[in-house]
């Protein structure tokens, strides 16, 4: 009886190992901001037993300007009657049509405001800094009010085989 040979080879292996180091940092300062909401003009009167001789309101004389109010002539309809009086005025604000221009370091010095405004004064650099080496991980500086710094290192080790 023949036997034929038998042979063990072990599998061919092709591996191939990756290493990516990845430094990054980023600085932020951030800018003026005014968001600012126009209250407007209102008039009202309410009342019982009451005669209205000139009614009262708003007039806008120059277009642009806030509104003003004319005064009502008002008296009680039925002498000795109880009666019930109410009269009420919101002036709006005066229309805006731009801007101030941005001051130094980027700031809205003296902005144009309407009765319901938010204002953010952006931020100031400061010491605000960061830092990239090719030994050592990357470092940031705290910068003043309304600035960011982040700094990052990310590795990747990837192998294949």
Known sequence: MLVAPFFVMSS??????TSR????????????MVQSTRVGSSY????????VTTLGGLTNPS???????TTGTYDINTDGQAFTFSESTTLGDTTV???????SGGRVETPN???N?????????????GTLSATSIPTV??????????????VELSVFQ
Not at 141 to 154: D, E, L, N, V
Request: hydrophobic letters at 30%.
């Open 141 to 154: 500086t705290a910068g003043g009010s309304g600035t960011t710094a982040i700094g990052q290192r990310t």
């Open 117 to 129: 405004t938010t204002q953010y004064q952006g931020g100031t650099t400061g010491s605000l800094a």
């Open 97 to 103: 049509t731009s801007q101030t221009t941005l001051g």
């Open 44 to 51: 009202s009167v309410s009342g019982s037993n009451i005669t």
């Open 113 to 115: 405001i309407y009765g």
């Open 63 to 69: 277009g642009t300007g806030a509104a003003a109010v």
């Open 12 to 17: 061919v292996s092709a591996a191939e190992i």
């Open 21 to 32: 180091i990845t430094d990054s940092i980023q600085l932020t300062v951030d800018g003026p």
